[in-house]
Nanobody
């Protein structure tokens, strides 16, 4: 399993931007599909974005398409989530996650139970 540490959260006004970072250690990062999930107070954890290590494909939740971008730097063992045009409903704890498994069906990357490495989370708060 990877050890993951997120950073970059904070308080931003609606319409603003934040860039979340996640550094990985303890595994072959380049062979892990990396994802971002979020959990708002009183709600279940939900998928945000993922980047497949073997195809390079990226996947996004409908709620963030066109506003968020996931990227990775394998040389630095880093994955990023650039968040733009932020809305108050984007307020949540954001978690970085990784899995070495690959799936033919992209929808399986949307499921948190298919990831086995998790960070501790970073809080992003968007004020109206």
């Amino acid at each position: 399993q990877l050890q993951l540490v997120e950073s970059g959260g904070g308080l931003v006004q609606a319409g603003g931007s934040l860039r979340l970072s996640c550094v990985a250690s303890g595994g072959t990062f380049s062979r892990y599909t990396m994802g971002w999930f979020r959990q708002a107070p009183g709600k279940e954890r939900e998928f945000v974005a993922a980047n497949s290590w073997n195809t390079g494909s990226t996947y996004y939740a409908d709620s963030v398409k066109g506003r968020f971008t996931i990227s990775r730097d394998n040389a630095k063992n880093m994955v990023y989530l650039q968040m733009s045009s932020l809305k108050p409903e984007d307020t949540a704890v954001y978690y970085c996650a990784g899995t070495p498994r690959t799936y033919w069906a992209a929808r399986l990357y949307y499921r948190s139970e298919n990831y086995d490495s998790w960070g501790q989370g970073t809080q992003a708060t968007v004020s109206s």
